[in-house]
T-cell receptor, first 113, second 117 residues
Framework: GENVEQHPSTLSVQEGDSAVIKCTYS??????FPWYKQELGKGPQLIID?????GEKKDQRIAVTLNKTAKHFSLHITETQPEDSAVYFC????????????FGRGTSLIVHP | DAGVTQSPTHLIKTRGQQVTLRCSPI?????VSWYQQVLGQGPQFIFQ???????GRGNFPDRFSARQFPNYSSELNVNALLLGDSALYLC????????????????FGEGSRLTVL
């Protein structure tokens, strides 16, 4: 089955800095890569996703890149703000039929004011 | 619109007991998935249901079972509870249209936190 590795487990930055979280996956058939943000006491919420037919996607301060050859994808957050502090999860799944994503272990992002 | 709702939010059980967790999906969503999240880890897939049929099962023992009702709500049952079953149980709903325009986005509830003593 799919295996998703996520690094780092903890990331501490100053407000305004950039943050990068990296993930690798094992199943070359995976073609859908979502990123979820989980705030304390809440369920994960999708913040951005990318499909295998594109290499990069941006949404305001958030961007995701995908390298299918190397089987890795990354989340980039620019101009971090204290409200970006949360746990971020990457995931990989196969589009079509039932999406059943395999999640990474998560990255706790702390943005210091 | 209401999001995914789960109940109860917190519960404490003792070893050997049984527990039932409930989930109501977003209106119009036909697929419900269950995940177990142990502290400090990512969600682990348990079950997925679509139109009342099981579409996927994760690597969990037979003590775990689930079902989906005609109104698309779902229950997760865990029998003979072990200390290691202590976790946050997340329910997620999605459109679940097979081969259609399902975006794949999962909408999670806030979870049911189970503590087994």
């Amino acid at each position: 089955g799919e295996n998703v590795e996520q690094h780092p487990s903890t990331l501490s930055v100053q407000e305004g800095d950039s943050a990068v979280i990296k993930c690798t996956y094992s199943d070359s058939a995976s073609n859908y890569f979502p990123w979820y943000k989980q705030e304390l006491g809440k369920g994960p919420q999708l913040i951005i996703d990318i499909r295998s037919n594109v290499g990069e996607k941006k949404d305001q301060r958030i961007a995701v890149t995908l390298n299918k050859t190397a089987k890795h994808f990354s989340l980039h957050i620019t101009e971090t703000q204290p409200e970006d502090s949360a746990v971020y999860f990457c995931a990989a799944s196969i589009r079509g039929g039932s999406y059943i994503p395999t999640f990474g272990r998560g990255t706790s992002l702390i943005v210091h004011p | 619109d209401a999001g995914v709702t789960q109940s109860p939010t917190h519960l404490i059980k003792t070893r050997g007991q049984q527990v039932t967790l409930r989930c109501s999906p977003i209106s119009g969503h036909k697929s419900v998935s269950w995940y177990q999240q142990v502290l400090g880890q990512g969600p682990q897939f348990i079950f997925q249901y679509y139109e009342k049929e099981e579409r996927g099962r994760g690597n969990f023992p037979d003590r775990f079972s689930a079902r989906q009702f005609p109104n698309y709500s779902s229950e997760l049952n865990v029998n003979a509870l072990l200390l290691g079953d202590s976790a946050l149980y997340l329910c997620a709903s999605s459109l679940g249209t097979s081969g259609g325009v399902d975006t794949g986005e999962l909408f999670f509830g806030e979870g049911s936190r189970l503590t087994v003593l």
